[in-house]
């Protein structure tokens, strides 16, 4: 089991960019595709992106071309990099490791307490 704890969240204009981080404490972090979600109020908790132990990374739609994740395995820690935010990127922002199944990806930890991202236009 891999416990998270997501930070770096706050206020920010439209326009401006945030870095999350979210370190994970447990085995085999490395070895983990790892996802970032968001769940905006009154609205289900959605995929934003992904990336593999190796590097390889697979983005939401409404992110790609604005946001880049990471990891730093020696860390244990997984990044997303939010550039060119809009107000409808406001949301709690949430890790998980993930897998793909039935083609989509499903969280598959328990989640963290998530980081508050706050979009102002």
């Known amino acids: 089991q891999v416990q998270l704890v997501e930070s770096g969240g706050g206020l920010v204009q439209a326009g401006g960019s945030l870095r999350l981080s979210c370190a994970a404490s447990g085995s085999i972090f490395s070895t983990n595709i790892m996802g970032w979600y968001r769940q905006a109020p009154g609205k289900q908790r959605e995929f934003v992106a992904a990336i593999t132990g190796g590097g390889i990374t697979n983005y939401a739609d409404a992110v790609k071309g604005r946001f880049t994740i990471s990891r730093d395995n020696a860390k244990s820690t997984v990044y997303l990099q939010m550039n060119s935010l809009k107000p409808e990127d406001t949301a709690v922002y949430y890790c998980?490791?993930?897998?793909?199944?039935?083609?989509?990806?499903?969280?598959?930890?328990?989640w963290g307490q998530g980081t508050q991202v706050t979009v102002s236009s």
């Open positions: 998980n490791a993930v897998r793909w199944s039935l083609n989509r990806w499903v969280p598959s930890g328990s």
